[in-house]
């Protein structure tokens, strides 16, 4: 009766003009779906998707007609026959279930495939492609002339076909997500301020061994991400049991183009974990083994680099003059001595000691440190008595100078800049696999390129501990609200060692965000971890909660209580004056002390040269113990004159 009906109308409509026998395909097809009716239908299959890949058979005239009118209804780009991957659009048109299973071989059944099947003909209630098995965790639209269908969206064993009586109905629900208090499998690791879970127990899971993190209290429960996973069950409505991954890496590494070996991305990979987190970065290689939510945080990488030390020098006597200063006294004295020298010998009333150019530069030291030196002459005293002057002023500004600056705490050059990183030939590491150099460095900077040279493996915590008191090591870390946290745990009396970071490269970047799985096959641990995911991708739940000021609450709420006081000292400064009076110790007047037994030395040896040369070939023992004899003789006789006088 219907067929008749419609033979009838088109047979009304070439009444009226010439008429085609192609004509009746393209009337059957307009009278069960109308234009407006297949824009609503193509509206709301694909909400999310801005580009379609189309398939269907071009032997079927129905087809081909149902994709000339969709093309005047789609917006968008779309591709004929070809599957792209940033597509994630499908439109599969056929006549009937093989036509329609043909279609589906070639799309991906993924989380954020978007299909519609429209069916030129009457589809039955058994029919194989109301199977929701064929479909994966993909979503699933079926418009047929017999009926409207739409799979199910809460990704949770069993998924159903639901039929539908209106085209409006076909609206996929994203924002209405319950997961009926399934249980995820969540795998993190012990890295703060993120999280604090450290104890784990020994648990049978699908019959294998794993490590499970256990707590005794809520203390013990804590961390950024481990609140912001808290708030994200509650309401999602789902349970879990937060394992810690496979292997000794954090993140594990990839093997080759395909394969990734353990730590948290190998976890959700191999589908042994449907979330994962722990500050992951958004970087193009886990990105390209696993799907990440939006970020919730953006952080850069510093290093925390040794603290400036208190500077002492063996030549803190000659601070406070300038070296320029130094070589003019000294060219001073030389030009004195010489002109003593030539006068000497110019000058027949001149004193002839002078005539030694070596005995008129000692005077003139002398005098200069006003020192008792020989009488001079009447044409000399005035040049001497100018001479003792500026020495007197020379040696006052000295002195007060000295003081100041040996009292005074001095400091080693800051490290705030990569130049000066690698001046100071600091290395750098972290314990387990290497990081991604490119993704940390910019390696186009000469200076930056020679970092990952820097580079060393760090086997253990004592090897660690022996890098950081050996004072050449820098602590790579972040930045989490003012406060610097280590890529690994660092004792507090050895982040006293160390000064405000230095930030390698504004323009490098990271996020830490929680990482969601997106399995390529369909089972139930695996559309669960979908579910997550597509509920933080459709209705951005990590986004909400930055909005709504959740993150931020939990990221300072949480470093209020657990970070301690050596974290917010090291970026305080104190290569500073504070104040205090610098304690002298024995290396700054090493130079002087020296000085004093170099001067000693050399005036012993004069003392024996000028006695050598007045005894000529007698022994300078046998004359100094006579002038020994001598000297207790003429004491016995002054206490004997003494006594005299007083009797």
């Not at 009457?122 to 492609?129: A, D």
């Not at 994966?136 to 076909?161: C, D, H, Q, T």
């Not at 050895?494 to 830490?512: H, S």
């Not at 139930?524 to 459709?538: P, S, V, Y």
Request: contains cysteine; proline residues 4%.
């Amino acid at each position: 009766m219907k067929v008749n009906l419609l033979l009838y109308t088109f047979l009304l409509s070439c009444a009226t003009g010439p008429c085609k026998k192609s004509d009746i395909h393209r009337s059957r097809i307009e009278s069960w779906i109308t234009d407006r009716d297949l824009s609503t239908v193509v509206r709301l299959s694909f909400p999310s998707s801005k580009c379609c890949n189309v398939f269907f058979d071009d032997s079927i005239e129905d087809s081909e007609t149902l994709f000339r009118r969709f093309r005047s209804v789609y917006p968008y780009e779309y591709l004929l026959k070809r599957s792209v991957h940033e597509c994630n659009g499908y439109l599969l048109l056929g006549a009937n279930d093989e036509q329609i299973g043909k279609s589906l071989d070639g799309v991906p059944l993924l989380w954020k495939t978007e299909i519609l099947i429209i069916v030129s003909n009457n589809v039955s209630n058994n029919s194989s492609i109301l199977n929701d098995s064929l479909y994966g965790i993909a979503n699933v639209n079926i418009v047929s002339m017999s009926g409207i269908w739409s799979l199910s969206e809460n990704y949770l064993k069993p998924r159903i076909f639901n039929k539908l009586d209106r085209y409006e109905e076909l609206v996929h629900d994203y924002n209405n997500f319950d997961l009926r208090g399934r249980e995820l499998q969540i795998c993190t690791i012990f890295r703060p301020p993120m999280t604090y879970l450290n104890r784990t127990v020994n648990k049978t899971i699908d019959s294998v061994q794993a490590d499970v993190y256990a707590t005794n209290n809520d203390l013990q429960w804590d961390g950024i991400e481990v609140q912001l996973l808290l708030t994200i069950a509650k309401k999602l409505n789902f349970t879990f049991t937060v394992r810690y991954p496979e292997g000794n890496t954090r993140y594990g590494a990839p093997h080759n183009a395909t394969l990734w070996k353990g730590g948290l991305i190998a976890m959700v990979r191999e589908n042994k974990a449907d979330i994962a987190f722990a500050g992951i970065w958004m970087t193009q290689l886990h990105r390209k083994f696993v799907d990440l939510s939006e970020p919730w945080h953006v952080l850069y990488i510093y290093f925390l680099v040794p603290r400036p030390r208190r500077t002492t020098s063996f030549w803190a006597l000659v601070k406070p003059f300038a070296g320029k200063i130094w070589a003019s006294l000294g060219a001073l004295f030389l030009l004195a001595a010489l002109y003593l020298y030539a006068r000497a010998w110019i000058d027949s009333k001149f004193p002839k000691r002078f005539r030694s150019f070596f005995v008129g530069l000692i005077d003139l030291i002398g005098c200069f440190l006003s020192s008792s030196v020989p009488s001079t002459t009447a044409n000399n005293k005035l040049p001497i008595l100018l001479w003792q002057t500026a020495g007197w002023l020379i040696i006052t500004a000295y002195c007060s100078s000295l003081a100041a600056k040996l009292a005074t705490s001095q400091y080693e050059n800051r490290i705030d800049t990569i130049e000066q990183f690698l001046a100071a030939n600091l290395s750098w590491g972290n314990m387990g696999e290497p990081p991604p150099f490119r993704d940390y460095f910019d390696l186009t900077n000469p200076y930056s390129a020679q970092l990952p040279s820097k580079y060393r493996t760090v086997n253990n915590v004592a090897q660690l501990k022996k890098l950081i008191t050996d004072g050449h090591y820098a602590i790579p870390g972040k930045i989490v609200d003012n406060y610097f946290f280590p890529d690994h745990d660092v004792p507090n009396n050895d982040l006293k060692m160390y000064a405000t970071e230095l930030q390698i490269d504004e323009r490098i970047g990271g996020t830490f965000q929680c990482s969601f799985r997106a399995p390529a096959v369909a089972s139930e641990a695996g559309e669960q971890g979908k579910c997550i995911d597509r509920c933080n991708h459709r209705i951005q739940i990590i986004l909400l909660l930055k909005q709504t000021g959740i993150t931020v609450w939990h990221l300072r709420s949480v470093i209020r209580r657990r970070t301690s006081y050596s974290l917010r000292e090291v970026r305080e400064e104190h290569d500073g004056y504070d104040g205090s009076v610098q304690v002298l110790g024995l290396t700054p007047l090493a130079a002087g002390f020296s000085l004093l037994l170099v001067g000693s030395f050399l005036a012993t040896f004069m003392f024996y040269l000028e006695v050598k040369r007045v005894v000529a070939s007698t022994y300078v023992r046998q004359v100094l113990r006579r002038v020994t004899n001598e000297s207790r003789c003429l004491v016995r006789r002054r206490n004997r004159h003494r006594n005299d006088i007083v009797q």
